[in-house]
């Protein structure tokens, strides 16, 4: 029997936000030196991403190293805007809180800020028990210490749990704690393969 849900947010219940895609296309709204910024945004996100960056510092670190024609609201604001629900996906999983039968979290790496923005504009709150972001646990999957973490403060037995992520190389430690790890590719599929498993709603 399945009883805890553990789902990705970025690519699976929305845009994954500030991807490469999103990066690509600040480079050319704010006119930023592609290479530079790359680098920069690798150096940095890491440490963003587990909490030890504030967005400001990322920001310092990334973008505004130098003076710019633009300002470090409008670029945050450009950022948030890259962030958008996938409703079927959101759907899915409130009918599955609905049925009562399981607990559903999230488990995904994100920064503090996007991660709070994420959670209020996808209206998320009401369905998830839980919030397991890299930003407040100070680890990042693909670690197998996030899922240890995140296993052991919902209490949930690894046989009994799904884990739902776009990302294939996030997949492999949750199987090796015996979870039941599905690749996301579209909401249907994910109802289909979650059916498999005896989870419906």
Not at 13 to 34: C, N, P
Not at 55 to 81: G, H, I, K, N, W
Not at 154 to 170: G, I, K, L
Request: charged residues 20%; contains cysteine; hydrophobic residues 45%.
């Amino acid at each position: 029997m399945i009883t805890h849900l553990f789902f990705d947010v970025g690519g699976v219940l929305g845009t994954s936000g500030w991807g490469s895609a999103a990066r690509a296309q600040a480079v050319e709204r704010f006119g930023l030196d592609a290479q530079d910024f790359d680098r920069r945004h690798r150096e940095a996100v890491g440490q963003w991403e587990v909490g030890r960056l504030t967005l400001d510092e990322y920001l310092d670190c990334t973008v505004f190293d130098q003076p710019r024609p633009f300002t470090r609201e409008a670029f945050a604001a450009f950022m948030r805007d890259q962030s958008r629900p996938h409703p079927e996906t959101i759907a899915l999983a409130r009918a599955l809180a609905a049925s009562g039968r399981y607990r559903l979290m999230t488990l995904n790496n994100e920064s503090a800020e996007l991660n709070a923005h994420r959670l209020r504009t996808f209206g998320l709150a009401p369905i998830f028990a839980a919030f397991f972001s890299s930003c407040w646990l100070g680890v990042a999957k693909p670690s197998r210490r996030i899922f240890e973490l995140a296993l052991g403060m919902a209490q949930a037995e690894p046989a009994h749990s799904v884990f739902v992520d776009d990302r294939a190389q996030n997949l492999a430690p949750a199987r090796a704690l015996g979870m039941h790890a599905l690749q996301f590719t579209t909401a249907d599929a994910l109802r289909d393969e979650l059916a498999a498993l005896g989870v419906t709603p």
